[in-house]
């Protein structure tokens, strides 16, 4: 039997069954085909990376860490340094320092040249003593001046009143410049120094005390006050008062309202507590009539000028 025979004799093969869970929108090809094999299902694309992350679960909260202190020192040294401003900070920065500095130095110079630092209460009591007469003085001039015009305006004869009053007022120009001889209500304080104590600094101030009273015209023994007095002291002992010897005891006669003079010699502190502790004796007498007949000389200026209208 030769080969074609047997090739005859040979069965047909079996047409293999389809199988049912084949997908119905395969093509016909794939079924019917006797080498065609199912598709295999196409991988899932692996997820990303980044999207693999967020689906992971977030982990619990845990106990928040503890911040210890060298940390946060360790920080702000970090954020303070090095400084990190623009200039605009440096401007406003530097210009408020030199405003502060300027204001603390404005203080301190006031403060350390005040006239009251450091004053004792005696000294305090004196001088505020002393403003309350200078007031009083001055609401009395000013009350005189405000009736003297007063009276100039409504006189009919103006020029013969201004005529009175300017005499009146060179009068009392006179008193004050020593001129003319004065009279009225006073003081008489007797100085008595036998060892020698009182220099002219002692007298200068018992003067200014009685200026600052109120005393109106001051004589000395036989010298008149004035404006340009001054006192000295001499090598062999005792003062001289515009270049006159002064013999002991130094009297003081004094024209003003005795009920300011005597408290201001007498207050704590005064130039009658002082001279008490030097071992000198004072004593004050009130007078309703007080003459001061002694004159002074005028010297003329020597470089002052009446000023040109």
């Not at 016909?28 to 980044?50: D, L, W």
């Not at 200014?208 to 006192?231: H, K, S």
């Amino acid at each position: 039997m030769d080969r074609d025979d047997e090739a005859r004799e040979l069965p047909e093969p079996e047409t293999p069954a389809v199988s049912e869970d084949v997908p119905e929108d395969l093509p016909e090809e794939a079924v019917e085909g006797e080498s065609a094999a199912v598709p295999e299902a196409e991988p899932e694309p692996e997820a990303e990376p980044e999207l693999a992350l967020e689906l992971e679960a977030e982990p619990e909260p845990g106990p928040e860490p503890v911040v210890r202190s060298s940390d946060g020192r360790r920080r702000l040294r970090a954020a303070l340094w090095p400084p990190r401003a623009s200039r605009g900070q440096l401007v406003v920065a530097l210009l408020l320092f030199s405003l502060g500095l300027g204001l603390a130095i404005q203080v301190r110079s006031t403060n350390d040249h005040s006239a009251l630092r450091g004053a004792r209460q005696d000294d305090l009591v004196r001088i505020l003593d002393e403003l309350d007469s200078r007031q009083q003085r001055l609401q009395q001039e000013k009350t005189q001046l405000d009736q003297s015009y007063a009276q100039l305006e409504n006189s009919s004869n103006q020029a013969k009143e201004a005529q009175q009053q300017t005499r009146q007022k060179a009068a009392e120009l006179g008193v004050l410049a020593g001129t003319v001889k004065a009279t009225g209500p006073g003081i008489v304080l007797t100085v008595d120094d036998p060892q020698g104590q009182v220099k002219a600094d002692m007298l200068l101030d018992t003067l200014q005390e009685l200026r600052a009273a109120g005393a109106e015209a001051i004589q000395i023994n036989d010298v008149r006050v004035v404006a340009d007095t001054y006192f000295t002291d001499v090598p062999s002992g005792g003062v001289q008062i515009d270049g006159k010897g002064v013999a002991q005891p130094y009297r003081f006669t004094v024209i003003g309202n005795a009920q300011d003079l005597t408290p201001a010699l007498n207050i704590p502190g005064g130039i009658v507590r002082t001279l008490e502790r030097e071992q000198v004796g004072t004593s004050i007498t009130e007078q309703q009539k007080v003459t001061v007949d002694a004159l002074a000389v005028p010297r003329p200026p020597q470089y002052g000028k009446p000023a040109a209208k």
